[in-house]
């Protein structure tokens, strides 16, 4: 569905040219359900302008469903639905207005439209608001609003750049029934871009994008697996952290022991669901409690990136720092 071939964007600043896109390969399946995962600045909206012939490339080539986006770039525009990063619709028009609008710039015939437009309108719960202007809608109805514009021509490829950004948890989550069950009903691609890790977690596969680079592509499983082995963290009280980290050190040979506040250690242990409990039945001092997790997307960027990708530095657990410094 989406072939990219040594893809690269240099926009130039008051005559510094800078790198967006640096060199990209990718291809999307169809069918796939695909998320890209960056820091702010990585080049994420500009891949995605670009795939949807809103910007040019500078270099390499780039193809949506075997269309060249500037040799076709009508072709192309035909086949996809976009979710912009910010809002497109226009707030003049009421709901059933911008929904027409958007199936006429698509050639839909007017009984199409209709039906097209109370099917989707349906869907997204705005049925009842159709005749209301947008500019009386909250942030949560005018993203409904948006999706079911997206999907109005029944679109090969919806591209989202982050489309939940500042929803509540049931409006994202509604927002990615409607997703899934479009996929379901005509096999559409989807092609997202995301700073929640659960959204992306779902994705048949993610790309991690860094400074205008592809760093990672790969299932989130498998992702997951590269960057290391389960995490071990221990609850203890304050007088035996010392005694604890002296024994995982010096009888255990673990190096990267984390010593969080209010007695909590953490360390990375291989194999950490069968090997855990043998290691703490020998330890000293009292411990409250133990819990192991796997790495999770968020340890995978920190990894690759160096960067925390939870726009709150301080969601950051106290372990990133530690899986840092493996590198
Ligand atoms: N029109 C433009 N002119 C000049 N520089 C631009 C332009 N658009 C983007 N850039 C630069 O290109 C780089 C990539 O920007 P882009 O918007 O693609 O990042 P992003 O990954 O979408 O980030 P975010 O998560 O903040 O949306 C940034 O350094 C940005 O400043
Ligand atoms: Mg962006």
Avoid at 26 to 42: D, H, I, K, T
Avoid at 165 to 186: A, C, F, M, N
């Amino acid at each position: 569905m989406i072939e990219i071939e040594r893809l690269k964007k240099i926009f130039n600043v008051s005559g510094i040219p800078r790198i967006a896109v640096n060199t990209i390969d990718l291809s999307v399946r169809r069918g796939e359900f695909f998320a890209l995962l960056g820091p702010n600045g990585a080049g994420k909206t500009t891949t995605i302008s670009i795939l949807s012939t809103i910007l040019k490339p500078t270099e390499g080539r780039v193809f949506v469903d075997g269309h060249d986006v500037l040799q076709s770039p009508h072709l192309v525009r035909q086949n996809i639905g976009i979710i912009f990063q910010d809002p497109s619709l226009d707030d003049r028009l009421s709901a059933s207005e911008n929904m027409d609008f958007h199936g006429r710039l698509y050639g839909l015939s007017r009984p199409d439209r209709l039906k097209q437009s109370e099917a989707l309108l349906k869907m997204v719960d705005l049925w009842d608001r159709k005749h209301d202007l947008v500019r009386t809608f909250s942030g949560g109805m005018r993203r409904r609003l948006e999706i079911a514009r997206g999907l109005m021509h029944h679109p090969k490829l919806l591209i989202l750049d982050e489309p939940t950004i500042g929803l509540d948890p049931k409006t994202r989550r509604t927002i990615w029934e409607y997703v899934h069950l479009s996929r379901k009903q005509w096999g559409m691609t989807v092609f997202l871009t995301t700073h929640y890790l659960e959204e992306a977690d779902s994705a048949d596969r993610v790309g991690v994008m860094d400074e205008g680079i592809l760093v990672a592509v790969d299932t989130p499983d498998r992702l997951k697996k590269m960057v290391g082995p389960e995490i071990v963290v221990l609850g203890t009280d304050i007088q035996s952290m010392e005694p604890v980290r002296n024994f995982l050190e010096n009888q255990i040979g673990i190096l990267e022991i984390h010593l969080g506040s209010e007695g909590e250690i953490s360390f990375p242990l291989p194999h950490g669901e069968y090997n855990a409990i043998n290691i703490v039945r020998k330890l000293p001092g009292n411990i409250r409690s133990m819990t192991i997790r796997k790495p999770d997307l968020d340890d995978v960027f920190i990894q690759m990136t160096g960067k925390n990708m939870s726009l709150n530095q301080e969601n950051a657990s106290p372990f990133h720092r530690v899986y840092r410094g493996k590198l």
